[in-house]
């Protein structure tokens, strides 16, 4: 059965995904061309056919599907790393205000 409701959430899960993937991999790209990854330049490199940091959008989307990987292993250790990640980012807002 076709539930509009469940399509806008797919449509807008994909759309965050998909910008999430084009920040880091702009990000990756930036730091390797500048030399602040110790890979030497390498996912600074851009396709001369597409002319995109082909390299550094792989790269990220290889990161970005190991977590998807981990559940497929373990639903709790999974589940376990995003409460983790959940309680990081209150702590890196906690920081700056304390300080």
Do not use: K
């Amino acid at each position: 059965e076709f539930v509009p409701a469940q399509s806008f959430v797919c449509l807008t899960a994909l759309f965050v995904s998909q910008t999430a993937l084009q920040a880091c991999s702009r990000t990756v790209y930036a730091f390797s061309r500048d030399h602040g990854l110790p890979d030497r330049g390498y996912f600074g490199h851009v396709s001369r056919i597409t002319t995109t940091p082909l390299r550094a959008i792989w790269f990220t989307t290889l990161i970005g599907i190991l977590p998807g990987l981990l559940d497929l292993a373990s639903p709790v250790a999974a589940n376990a790393i995003f409460a983790l990640t959940a309680m990081a980012l209150d702590l890196s807002y906690i920081i700056p205000i304390f300080l």
